[in-house]
Antibody, heavy 120, light 107 residues
Framework: QVQLVQSGAEVRKPGSSVNISCKAS????????ISWVRRAPGQGLEWMGK????????NYAQKFQGRVTIIADKPTNTVFMVVTRLRPQDTAVYFC?????????????WGQGTLVTVSS | DIQMTQSPSSVSASVGDRVTITCRAS??????LAWYQQKPGQAPRLLIY???SLQSGVPSRFSGSGSGTEFSLTISGLQPEDFATYYC?????????FGQGTKVEIK
């Protein structure tokens, strides 16, 4: 049973960057896609982008194009997401999730979440 | 992008009640809809995929239906552990989009 374990909470100043990791255990993720989703305070869930680790192919929501980079390190079964030019509105809990293919791609399981606080 | 609209935004119910949450897509998405449950401080959990398929390990009191633009999630016989926020998500086309959430609260 695959588990996704994310890195710990981060505090950043506006204009800086943050790197969040998502490590798979219990299974390799090379044949699966990993998505990133965030939930800002008082807001709903927002999909940011995804990567197919075995191919290194990424796809980003237009809103995050140019500011978010998702990469995979296959030997360590870890996916990283870098968010640059942070602003206070990026304060959120960030989740990684594996996509399972049953007709279409569904998000299961999810990592435990990483709180990123952007404040001066 | 496909817009997903859930209703109601919150519902108060008692243990044992039947609760139905509705999700509407801004364009047809076939049956490519999922429902997730999220409790405070926890990650979302997949309950239903492809509109009506129950994810492994999810109690049978959860059921989903619908196609095209109108979908629903029903909880038959609400249990204490079901008080949470529920989200719908379309998987028809990128970007994946979610409804704004429905909070199920204790009456």
């Amino acid at each position: 049973q695959v588990q996704l374990v994310q890195s710990g909470a981060e505090v950043r100043k506006p204009g800086s960057s943050v790197n969040i990791s998502c490590k798979a255990s219990g299974d390799t993720f090379t044949s699966h896609t990993i998505s990133w989703v965030r939930r800002a305070p008082g807001q709903g869930l927002e999909w940011m982008g995804k990567i197919i680790p075995v191919l290194g192919i990424t796809n980003y929501a237009q809103k995050f194009q140019g500011r978010v980079t998702i990469i995979a390190d296959k030997p360590t079964n870890t996916v990283f997401m870098v968010v640059t030019r942070l602003r206070p509105q990026d304060t959120a809990v960030y989740f990684c999730a594996r996509e399972i293919l049953v007709g279409r791609n569904w998000l299961d399981p999810w990592g435990q979440g990483t709180l990123v606080t952007v404040s001066s | 992008d496909i817009q997903m609209t859930q209703s109601p935004s919150s519902v108060s119910a008692s243990v044992g009640d039947r609760v139905t949450i509705t999700c509407r897509a801004s364009q047809g998405i076939g049956s490519w809809l999922a429902w997730y449950q999220q409790k405070p401080g926890q990650a979302p959990r997949l309950l239903i995929y492809a509109s009506s398929s129950l994810q492994s390990g999810v109690p049978s009191r959860f059921s989903g239906s619908g196609s095209g633009t109108e979908f629903s999630l029903t909880i038959s016989g609400l249990q204490p552990e079901d008080f949470a926020t529920y989200y719908c998500q379309q998987a028809n086309s990128l970007p994946w989009t979610f409804g704004q959430g429905t909070k199920v609260e204790i009456k």
